[in-house]
């Protein structure tokens, strides 16, 4: 594919994921485009989705090869999904992203930044905090009852 095309196929997905336009975001995916690609501004489509808790979209992503983990935006602008929903107490976006396996210990930023659990603790989700100290514990642990 073409770069350019590549690149108007990035920013129309990453409008559609802004937008929760499922059936849109699953034709673009159709037509080619790079489930993470950035668009002009750096931002990845599942960061776009993240923000705005669009868990449907969110899961379509994730299911065409959007990396989970990928930081969205140029320099420090942006982060990741996780954190992204975390912050913005999307519960059901952050379920999904841990579902596919999104790490929530990780700090954004390439590791200079805050985690999921911290800017879900700064925005005010407790919830959500739960959810992912949950997921952050060991698999042996999560499973033993005392």
């Known amino acids: 594919m073409k770069q350019r095309m590549r690149k108007k196929l990035a920013g129309r997905l990453v409008e559609a994921a802004m937008f929760g336009?499922?059936?849109?975001?699953?034709?673009?995916?159709?037509?080619?485009?790079?489930?993470?690609?950035?668009?002009?501004?750096?931002?990845?489509p599942l960061y776009a989705a993240a923000?705005?808790?669009?868990a449907p979209v969110i899961r379509l992503l994730l299911r065409a090869g959007?990396?989970?983990d990928a930081e969205s935006g140029t320099g420090l602008s942006e982060g990741t999904a996780l954190c992204a929903a975390a912050w913005w107490g999307h519960a059901e976006a952050v379920l999904e992203l841990l579902d596919a396996?999104?790490?929530?210990g990780r700090r954004e930023d390439a590791g200079a930044g805050r985690s999921p659990r911290e800017w879900?603790?700064?925005?005010?989700?407790?919830?959500?905090?739960?959810?992912?100290?949950?997921?952050?514990?060991?698999?042996?642990?999560?499973?033993?009852?005392?």
């Open 21 to 44: 336009e499922t059936g849109r975001v699953g034709e673009l995916l159709g037509a080619g485009a790079d489930p993470g690609f950035p668009d002009s501004q750096g931002t990845t």
């Open 51 to 54: 923000v705005h808790g669009a």
């Open 66 to 68: 959007a990396d989970p």
């Open 101 to 104: 396996g999104a790490d929530p």
């Open 120 to 146: 879900a603790a700064a925005g005010g989700h407790p919830e959500i905090v739960a959810l992912l100290e949950g997921a952050a514990r060991p698999p042996a642990e999560a499973g033993r009852t005392t």
